[in-house]
Protein backbone atom coordinates (compact mmCIF):
# COMPACT_ATOMS: atom_id res chain seq x y z
CA UNK A 1 0.00 0.00 0.00
CA UNK A 2 1.95 3.10 -1.13
CA UNK A 3 1.52 6.62 0.01
CA UNK A 4 -1.34 8.68 -1.73
CA UNK A 5 -0.79 10.81 -4.54
CA UNK A 6 -0.96 14.59 -4.33
CA UNK A 7 -4.37 15.74 -4.95
CA UNK A 8 -6.70 18.28 -4.21
CA UNK A 9 -8.69 18.05 -1.04
CA UNK A 10 -11.27 19.70 1.01
CA UNK A 11 -9.39 21.65 4.13
CA UNK A 12 -10.67 19.73 7.07
CA UNK A 13 -12.70 22.34 9.51
CA UNK A 14 -12.45 20.28 12.79
CA UNK A 15 -8.83 18.42 13.73
CA UNK A 16 -10.13 19.27 17.92
CA UNK A 17 -8.42 16.39 19.69
CA UNK A 18 -7.50 18.10 22.92
CA UNK A 19 -10.75 17.09 25.09
CA UNK A 20 -10.71 13.34 23.92
CA UNK A 21 -6.50 13.11 24.37
CA UNK A 22 -6.77 14.16 27.82
CA UNK A 23 -10.19 11.87 28.80
CA UNK A 24 -8.13 8.21 27.69
CA UNK A 25 -5.17 9.46 29.54
CA UNK A 26 -6.65 9.94 32.57
CA UNK A 27 -8.60 6.87 31.94
CA UNK A 28 -5.45 5.32 32.05
CA UNK A 29 -5.36 4.46 27.77
CA UNK A 30 -3.35 6.09 25.43
CA UNK A 31 -3.31 8.61 22.59
CA UNK A 32 -1.54 8.04 19.25
CA UNK A 33 -1.10 10.37 16.48
CA UNK A 34 -0.25 9.44 12.73
CA UNK A 35 -0.03 11.71 9.34
CA UNK A 36 -3.91 11.27 8.54
CA UNK A 37 -5.50 9.32 12.07
CA UNK A 38 -5.74 9.73 15.69
CA UNK A 39 -6.31 6.67 17.40
CA UNK A 40 -7.02 6.24 21.30
CA UNK A 41 -7.93 3.65 23.46
CA UNK A 42 -10.01 3.25 26.86
CA UNK A 43 -9.53 0.91 29.01
CA UNK A 44 -12.99 -1.12 29.92
CA UNK A 45 -14.95 -4.14 30.61
CA UNK A 46 -16.37 -7.19 28.44
CA UNK A 47 -16.08 -5.97 25.48
CA UNK A 48 -13.97 -3.99 23.35
CA UNK A 49 -15.93 -2.01 21.01
CA UNK A 50 -13.66 -0.62 17.90
CA UNK A 51 -15.03 2.34 15.53
CA UNK A 52 -13.87 4.08 12.95
CA UNK A 53 -15.02 7.39 11.39
CA UNK A 54 -16.98 8.27 8.50
CA UNK A 55 -16.67 11.28 6.02
CA UNK A 56 -19.07 13.44 8.24
CA UNK A 57 -16.21 13.41 10.89
CA UNK A 58 -14.53 15.93 10.20
CA UNK A 59 -17.23 18.54 9.73
CA UNK A 60 -17.99 18.06 13.22
CA UNK A 61 -19.19 21.25 15.00
CA UNK A 62 -18.27 19.57 18.67
CA UNK A 63 -14.48 18.58 19.69
CA UNK A 64 -13.54 15.37 18.18
CA UNK A 65 -14.20 11.36 19.82
CA UNK A 66 -14.45 8.25 18.63
CA UNK A 67 -17.68 7.28 16.49
CA UNK A 68 -18.28 4.85 19.04
CA UNK A 69 -17.29 6.59 22.24
CA UNK A 70 -21.08 7.41 24.07
CA UNK A 71 -22.01 3.96 23.14
CA UNK A 72 -18.86 2.19 24.74
CA UNK A 73 -19.24 5.08 27.86
CA UNK A 74 -22.28 3.75 28.45
CA UNK A 75 -22.06 0.25 28.75
CA UNK A 76 -18.91 0.23 30.54
CA UNK A 77 -16.70 -1.30 27.50
CA UNK A 78 -13.38 -0.52 26.62
CA UNK A 79 -12.80 1.79 23.90
CA UNK A 80 -10.87 1.71 20.35
CA UNK A 81 -11.68 4.56 17.97
CA UNK A 82 -9.89 5.51 14.62
CA UNK A 83 -10.06 8.68 13.94
CA UNK A 84 -9.67 10.62 10.41
CA UNK A 85 -7.42 14.01 10.33
CA UNK A 86 -7.93 13.21 6.36
CA UNK A 87 -10.87 11.47 4.93
CA UNK A 88 -8.26 8.80 3.13
CA UNK A 89 -10.36 5.67 3.53
CA UNK A 90 -8.16 4.30 5.88
CA UNK A 91 -5.72 3.61 3.14
CA UNK A 92 -2.68 4.28 5.39
CA UNK A 93 -0.02 1.79 5.97
CA UNK A 94 1.06 3.94 8.78
CA UNK A 95 -2.04 3.20 10.56
CA UNK A 96 -2.47 -0.51 9.37
CA UNK A 97 0.93 -1.33 11.06
CA UNK A 98 0.09 0.57 14.09
CA UNK A 99 -3.36 -1.51 14.23
CA UNK A 100 -1.24 -4.87 14.49
CA UNK A 101 1.46 -3.73 16.69
CA UNK A 102 -1.96 -3.37 19.03
CA UNK A 103 -3.07 -6.97 17.54
CA UNK A 104 0.50 -8.54 18.54
CA UNK A 105 0.71 -6.77 21.93
CA UNK A 106 -3.00 -8.89 22.65
CA UNK A 107 -4.97 -5.75 22.98
CA UNK A 108 -7.79 -7.46 21.04
CA UNK A 109 -7.31 -11.12 22.87
CA UNK A 110 -7.53 -9.29 26.12
CA UNK A 111 -11.39 -8.86 26.38
CA UNK A 112 -13.74 -11.84 26.04
CA UNK A 113 -15.66 -10.01 23.04
CA UNK A 114 -14.96 -7.31 20.52
CA UNK A 115 -17.40 -5.48 18.16
CA UNK A 116 -16.34 -3.73 14.59
CA UNK A 117 -18.53 -0.74 14.23
CA UNK A 118 -19.09 2.28 11.78
CA UNK A 119 -20.93 3.87 9.22
CA UNK A 120 -20.26 4.60 5.17
CA UNK A 121 -16.05 4.67 5.21
CA UNK A 122 -16.27 3.72 9.09
CA UNK A 123 -18.65 0.71 8.29
CA UNK A 124 -16.17 -0.22 5.46
CA UNK A 125 -13.41 -0.41 7.50
CA UNK A 126 -15.29 -2.05 10.62
CA UNK A 127 -15.70 -5.53 8.04
CA UNK A 128 -12.45 -4.62 6.65
CA UNK A 129 -10.65 -4.97 10.02
CA UNK A 130 -12.40 -7.75 11.18
CA UNK A 131 -9.50 -10.03 10.88
CA UNK A 132 -7.46 -7.79 13.44
CA UNK A 133 -9.60 -9.83 15.97
CA UNK A 134 -10.92 -13.37 14.53
CA UNK A 135 -14.51 -13.57 15.85
CA UNK A 136 -15.51 -10.34 16.14
CA UNK A 137 -19.23 -8.70 15.68
CA UNK A 138 -19.26 -6.36 12.91
CA UNK A 139 -21.76 -3.51 12.72
CA UNK A 140 -21.90 -1.60 9.27
CA UNK A 141 -24.31 0.92 8.47
CA UNK A 142 -24.58 1.28 4.47
CA UNK A 143 -20.99 0.30 3.78
CA UNK A 144 -18.82 -0.07 1.56
CA UNK A 145 -17.38 -3.23 0.32
CA UNK A 146 -13.81 -1.25 -1.97
CA UNK A 147 -13.55 1.72 -3.80
CA UNK A 148 -10.98 -0.62 -6.18
CA UNK A 149 -12.55 -0.55 -10.02
CA UNK A 150 -11.38 -4.50 -9.82
CA UNK A 151 -13.43 -5.61 -7.15
CA UNK A 152 -16.40 -2.92 -7.13
CA UNK A 153 -17.00 -1.34 -10.64
CA UNK A 154 -20.86 0.19 -10.25
CA UNK A 155 -19.30 2.08 -7.72
CA UNK A 156 -18.75 5.68 -9.21
CA UNK A 157 -18.98 7.83 -5.84
CA UNK A 158 -16.21 9.33 -3.59
CA UNK A 159 -14.18 10.52 -6.59
CA UNK A 160 -11.44 12.36 -5.03
CA UNK A 161 -10.70 8.92 -2.96
CA UNK A 162 -10.93 6.53 -6.04
CA UNK A 163 -8.54 9.15 -7.62
CA UNK A 164 -6.12 9.90 -4.91
CA UNK A 165 -5.90 7.06 -3.03
CA UNK A 166 -3.96 3.74 -4.07
CA UNK A 167 -6.46 1.28 -4.38
CA UNK A 168 -4.08 -1.54 -6.49
CA UNK A 169 -2.26 -2.79 -3.73
CA UNK A 170 -4.74 -6.06 -2.26
CA UNK A 171 -3.34 -5.26 1.23
CA UNK A 172 -6.04 -4.31 3.50
CA UNK A 173 -8.39 -3.49 0.40
CA UNK A 174 -11.34 -5.49 -0.03
CA UNK A 175 -13.70 -5.44 2.86
CA UNK A 176 -15.36 -8.64 1.89
CA UNK A 177 -12.43 -10.47 1.97
CA UNK A 178 -12.06 -9.06 5.43
CA UNK A 179 -15.42 -9.62 6.78
CA UNK A 180 -14.78 -13.35 6.76
CA UNK A 181 -13.01 -13.36 9.72
CA UNK A 182 -16.10 -11.89 11.44
CA UNK A 183 -17.86 -14.29 13.97
CA UNK A 184 -21.33 -12.44 13.52
CA UNK A 185 -21.64 -9.52 11.16
CA UNK A 186 -24.67 -6.93 10.67
CA UNK A 187 -25.57 -4.83 7.57
CA UNK A 188 -28.39 -2.43 8.35
CA UNK A 189 -28.79 -0.48 5.04
CA UNK A 190 -31.31 0.84 2.51
CA UNK A 191 -32.17 -1.50 -0.32
CA UNK A 192 -33.28 1.38 -2.48
CA UNK A 193 -30.06 2.71 -3.34
CA UNK A 194 -27.90 0.57 -5.82
CA UNK A 195 -24.40 1.04 -4.91
CA UNK A 196 -25.56 0.11 -1.27
CA UNK A 197 -27.53 -2.68 -2.44
CA UNK A 198 -24.35 -4.15 -4.16
CA UNK A 199 -21.95 -3.33 -1.90
CA UNK A 200 -23.91 -5.78 0.39
CA UNK A 201 -24.52 -8.43 -2.07
CA UNK A 202 -20.46 -8.40 -2.49
CA UNK A 203 -20.23 -8.73 1.58
CA UNK A 204 -22.73 -11.90 2.26
CA UNK A 205 -21.75 -15.04 3.93
CA UNK A 206 -23.30 -17.41 6.38
CA UNK A 207 -22.40 -15.03 9.68
CA UNK A 208 -23.80 -12.26 7.91
CA UNK A 209 -27.04 -11.16 8.96
CA UNK A 210 -28.68 -8.46 6.20
CA UNK A 211 -31.29 -5.91 8.25
CA UNK A 212 -32.82 -3.85 5.54
CA UNK A 213 -35.24 -0.88 4.98
CA UNK A 214 -36.31 0.97 2.50
CA UNK A 215 -35.90 4.55 3.38
CA UNK A 216 -33.38 4.42 6.03
CA UNK A 217 -31.07 6.65 2.86
CA UNK A 218 -27.64 6.04 3.04
CA UNK A 219 -27.01 8.24 6.13
CA UNK A 220 -28.53 5.28 8.33
CA UNK A 221 -27.86 6.39 11.46
CA UNK A 222 -29.17 9.84 11.44
CA UNK A 223 -32.40 8.28 10.27
CA UNK A 224 -32.87 5.64 13.16
CA UNK A 225 -31.29 8.59 15.70
CA UNK A 226 -35.18 10.13 14.04
CA UNK A 227 -36.67 6.95 14.59
CA UNK A 228 -35.88 7.35 18.32
CA UNK A 229 -34.47 3.68 18.12
CA UNK A 230 -30.95 4.15 17.30
CA UNK A 231 -29.59 3.17 20.63
CA UNK A 232 -31.80 -0.42 20.78
CA UNK A 233 -30.48 -0.25 17.43
CA UNK A 234 -27.02 -0.39 17.93
CA UNK A 235 -27.02 -2.01 21.77
CA UNK A 236 -28.28 -5.00 20.66
CA UNK A 237 -26.47 -5.54 16.90
CA UNK A 238 -23.02 -4.63 19.04
CA UNK A 239 -23.63 -7.27 21.33
CA UNK A 240 -24.96 -9.96 18.72
CA UNK A 241 -29.03 -10.47 20.35
CA UNK A 242 -30.29 -8.73 17.60
CA UNK A 243 -32.73 -10.31 15.20
CA UNK A 244 -34.43 -9.33 11.68
CA UNK A 245 -37.74 -10.02 13.57
CA UNK A 246 -36.91 -7.14 16.46
CA UNK A 247 -35.35 -4.88 13.63
CA UNK A 248 -38.76 -4.97 12.13
CA UNK A 249 -40.61 -4.40 15.66
CA UNK A 250 -38.43 -1.53 16.09
CA UNK A 251 -39.14 -0.24 12.65
CA UNK A 252 -42.82 -0.31 13.51
CA UNK A 253 -42.26 3.43 14.84
CA UNK A 254 -41.62 5.03 11.42
CA UNK A 255 -45.26 5.31 10.85
CA UNK A 256 -44.96 7.55 13.84
CA UNK A 257 -42.45 10.29 11.49
CA UNK A 258 -43.14 12.50 9.71
CA UNK A 259 -39.38 12.23 8.09
CA UNK A 260 -40.13 8.90 7.29
CA UNK A 261 -43.83 9.29 6.43
CA UNK A 262 -42.62 12.35 3.76
CA UNK A 263 -39.90 10.03 2.29
CA UNK A 264 -42.05 6.91 1.94
CA UNK A 265 -44.59 9.99 0.29
CA UNK A 266 -42.10 11.61 -1.81
CA UNK A 267 -40.76 8.51 -3.71
CA UNK A 268 -44.72 7.16 -4.59
CA UNK A 269 -44.79 10.39 -6.09
CA UNK A 270 -41.56 10.02 -7.79
CA UNK A 271 -43.32 6.93 -9.25
CA UNK A 272 -46.24 8.51 -10.75
CA UNK A 273 -49.01 7.79 -7.44
CA UNK A 274 -50.15 11.17 -7.42
CA UNK A 275 -53.71 10.04 -6.52
CA UNK A 276 -52.86 7.51 -3.71
CA UNK A 277 -49.82 10.16 -2.08
CA UNK A 278 -52.77 13.02 -2.42
CA UNK A 279 -55.36 10.35 -0.21
CA UNK A 280 -52.60 9.07 2.17
CA UNK A 281 -51.28 12.93 3.05
CA UNK A 282 -54.93 13.95 2.94
CA UNK A 283 -55.32 10.72 5.95
CA UNK A 284 -53.14 11.74 8.21
CA UNK A 285 -53.91 12.83 11.90
CA UNK A 286 -54.45 16.68 12.11
CA UNK A 287 -50.96 18.44 13.21
CA UNK A 288 -48.83 15.67 11.53
CA UNK A 289 -47.79 16.95 8.46
CA UNK A 290 -44.64 19.02 8.54
CA UNK A 291 -43.84 21.58 6.66
CA UNK A 292 -42.12 19.31 4.02
CA UNK A 293 -45.09 17.38 3.69
CA UNK A 294 -46.88 20.36 2.75
CA UNK A 295 -45.09 21.34 0.33
CA UNK A 296 -44.96 17.69 -1.23
CA UNK A 297 -48.67 17.57 -1.14
CA UNK A 298 -48.78 21.04 -2.93
CA UNK A 299 -45.76 19.76 -5.42
CA UNK A 300 -48.12 16.50 -5.70
CA UNK A 301 -51.09 18.31 -6.73
CA UNK A 302 -49.90 20.06 -9.77
CA UNK A 303 -48.38 16.88 -10.79
CA UNK A 304 -51.92 15.45 -10.59
CA UNK A 305 -53.29 18.39 -12.58
CA UNK A 306 -50.57 18.24 -15.58
CA UNK A 307 -49.33 14.47 -15.54
CA UNK A 308 -52.17 12.16 -13.89
CA UNK A 309 -54.07 10.14 -17.11
CA UNK A 310 -57.18 11.07 -16.63
CA UNK A 311 -59.90 8.67 -15.71
CA UNK A 312 -61.80 8.59 -18.69
CA UNK A 313 -65.98 7.94 -18.52
CA UNK A 314 -67.09 4.52 -19.49
CA UNK A 315 -68.82 4.71 -22.58
CA UNK A 316 -73.07 4.93 -22.53
CA UNK A 317 -74.85 2.08 -22.11
CA UNK A 318 -77.01 1.08 -25.40
CA UNK A 319 -80.61 0.52 -25.45
CA UNK A 320 -81.49 -2.79 -26.87
Keep these: MSKPRPSKDITPSNLDFEGIKLNVKEAGGFYRETEHHVITYTPGKSRLLVSFDNLASLKSKHPRKPWGQNVAQKNGWGSLGVMTKKNDWFRSTELTDFLLELRAQSLFESYPAVSMYGASMGGYAACLFAPLAPGC ?108 KRFHE ?71
Design 137 to 244: TVVAFAPQSSLSAEDAPFEKRYRFARRTYDWSSTEWRDAAKGLKAAGKAYLIYDPTIPEDFMHAQRLKGPQVVQLTWPGLTHKVPPTLRRLGILGPVAKETLTGTMSP
Design 250 to 320: LMRVRMETPLYVFRMMERASAKGHYRLVEQAIAGLPEGFANWKIRQLRRRNAELLKTRAPSRAKPPPRLAV
